[in-house]
């Protein structure tokens, strides 16, 4: 089964798609995570990455497309997979087709979330240098300044701030929203999902709708 998962930054996508990627057991693909991996192994293409992350743009098609191919290629994806934040873009879902031939996915789950809900949550979003995830109102740190894990500063990302998340949610609008017309011009089933309220509720809802 190849699904992708649609919905604004900050929407919960990620959280859901990991949790139903392991209920069915296929890999989540992630392109937020492989780029920001490659920022801080400074590898080629986080460097060409970097200042475009930064400013809440989307990296060019072209590497996105590249890194993408490489991974859904590897034995692990054989069976299926889910994309999280990719395709972004029209051109990026017509290398999918090219790919995989039809609409190269099987259905799409589009996770729903009002904008002013998603700046707070993005914009009240704190990490450290480990990768531990807190939240100033829904989960903040004990300390406050510190991981309650490791003892590291806590701090906001460039692109978590409010006016950075603004940006990205106008860039989604602009090129990202578009996505949902391109597949249901081919017909490809598509599972609107309220993502507001309890998780494990929402990943409930989302299980359901790919069992039907």
Not at 44 to 68: C, F, H, K, N, T
Not at 72 to 85: K, Q, T
Not at 185 to 197: A, K, L
């Amino acid at each position: 089964m190849r699904l992708l998962f649609l919905g604004p930054p900050g929407a919960g996508k990620g959280t859901q798609a990991k949790r139903v990627a392991a209920d069915l057991e296929i890999p989540h693909i992630a392109t937020g995570d492989m780029l920001r991996q490659a920022v801080t192994d400074g590898t080629e293409l986080g460097l060409q990455a970097r200042s475009i992350m930064e400013r809440g743009d989307l990296v060019p098609d072209d590497l996105v497309i590249a890194m993408l191919l490489e991974r859904v290629n590897r034995e692990d994806a054989a069976g299926g997979f889910i994309l999280d934040g990719f395709p972004r873009t029209t051109a990026q879902a017509e290398a999918l087709e090219e790919r995989f031939g039809g609409a190269g996915l099987d259905a799409a789950v589009v996770i729903d979330v009002d904008s002013e809900e998603v700046v707070r949550r993005i914009s009240g979003r704190r990490v450290c240098n480990n990768g531990h995830v807190f939240h100033v109102d829904d989960a903040p740190s004990c300390d406050g300044e510190l991981c309650d894990q490791c003892g590291e500063p806590i701090y906001q990302r460039e692109d978590d701030q409010a006016e950075t998340v603004r940006n990205r949610l106008n860039v989604y609008r602009e090129l990202t929203e578009p996505l949902i017309s391109f597949y249901r011009e081919r017909e490809m089933t598509m599972h609107v999902i309220e993502g507001v309220g309890d998780l494990d509720d929402i990943t409930g809802l989302i299980m359901d709708a790919i069992r039907s």
